[in-house]
């Protein structure tokens, strides 16, 4: 119970500072970044159902708010103003993210008539197709949290919005494929090529979202992206050596298991996949080249998307009714003492003093705090601890 109240303490003082830091509270100019946001709302619903404390719902509906009037509009220093998707205000109001959101990024993003460069392209702005699912699933956790319909009505018309900018068909394949990053207005691409788990995270997100609507919400609206986003998945290959990576894939996982034993039974074959190329990646890892290293030469956000994904392995093991036991999945849960040794390295003060720490400040406190309360990431109910 005492290292259960240390974790809350410390997700408490990151999130809480995270809020003030970037104007959620306080009355600063608001800071938003996708990425990072979806990760905060799903910790500020996992720190109100551990805390009982209504301000931290309060603070998770305010950063929904706030991305939907930031990233779902045009940028500031843009000669295009209002809602990305056009249309009235009050269109924009009712349908925030029709139009799809933006990163966040610093720079404006690439005009058509400018040659790319590649190291510059990491800090304009545009739309990432990874980070739109992520907030899929924040989305939907308000929802489940609520109870309200709304949010998983945005959550479909951003899905809808997603797939119909960055899925296009590849003549050379003779099949669709997936754009890694789009324009604001999702009418060019900025980087053309693929990302290695999107169809795989799009695919898990689009039938979360078709399992929780009803008839009157849009049940099978998602049915033709859904099979497209298949097609992308049959026979394909998600084993990474980047912890990240790793850690994604094994969240995919947990929510894939989660859809087998509830909604879909059909999916186990997939899931076997990418159980064994989660086993496969956590192999090529190398954690004495990366953990063994100090913290300036680390990237603590990578190294806690790798403590969050093996968090959901050890509860895609605890769930019941998983069909068969699987020699892959305990060959993952067996590494769950790396999750652990990445969590304290960087729940440290020491180690959090650093260079590398200071410059991702923002997104390496979000998800240390995930990483002390994965729960509402993963849509489980967390039990309450007393503060």
């Not at 991305?67 to 779902?72: E, I």
């Not at 959550?155 to 669709?176: M, T």
Request: hydrophobic share 40%; proline share 5%; charged share 25%.
């Amino acid at each position: 119970m005492r290292e259960e109240q240390t974790r809350l303490h410390l997700a408490r003082e990151l999130m809480d500072v995270f809020a003030q830091r970037t104007g959620l509270t306080g009355g600063g100019s608001p800071r938003r970044y996708l990425w990072t946001d979806a990760f905060a709302v799903c910790n500020f619903l996992g720190l109100y159902r551990s805390t009982g404390e209504g301000g931290y719902l309060e603070l998770a509906l305010r950063l929904v708010d706030q991305v939907h009037h930031t990233l779902g509009r045009h940028r500031q220093d843009d000669p295009r103003k209002g809602w990305i998707a056009g249309g009235s205000d009050a269109e924009g109001e009712r349908h925030p993210t029709r139009g799809g959101l933006r990163i966040g990024k610093e720079h404006p993003e690439r005009r058509a008539d400018q040659r790319i460069d590649p190291q510059l392209e990491w800090d304009r702005d545009g739309q990432y197709y990874h980070y739109l699912t992520k907030w899929m699933v924040a989305l939907e956790r308000v929802g489940d949290e609520l109870r309200d319909s709304v949010f998983h009505r945005w959550a479909a018309e951003l899905a809808l919005a997603a797939h119909r900018g960055f899925c296009h068909f590849d003549p050379s394949l003779g099949r669709p494929r997936l754009v890694w990053k789009m324009s604001i207005a999702l009418d060019r691409a900025l980087v053309p090529s693929m990302g290695h788990h999107d169809p795989l995270d799009g695919l898990i997100t689009y039938l979360e979202i078709e399992a929780r609507a009803s008839d009157a919400e849009g049940a099978h609206l998602l049915d033709r992206e859904i099979a497209e986003l298949e097609v992308l998945c049959t026979g394909a290959r998600w084993d990474t050596d980047d912890a990240l990576g790793i850690g994604g894939l094994l969240t995919d996982a947990y929510r894939l298991g989660r859809l087998v034993v509830t909604e879909a039974p059909s999916r186990v074959g997939l899931l076997r996949q990418v159980l064994a190329d989660g086993r496969a990646s956590l192999a090529a890892f190398a954690p004495a080249r990366t953990l063994d290293a100090p913290a300036e030469r680390r990237l603590a956000f990578r190294e806690l998307g790798l403590a969050i994904g093996l968090a959901a392995a050890r509860r895609l093991a605890e769930m019941p009714h998983l069909p068969e036991p699987s020699d892959d999945l305990a060959a993952i849960t067996a590494q769950a003492p790396l999750g652990t040794r990445i969590e304290r390295f960087w729940s440290d003060p020491a180690n959090r003093a650093g260079r590398t720490w200071r410059e991702h400040v923002d997104i390496n406190s979000v998800m240390l705090a995930t990483s002390l309360l994965p729960d509402e990431l993963l849509g489980l109910p967390r039990r309450s601890v007393a503060p």
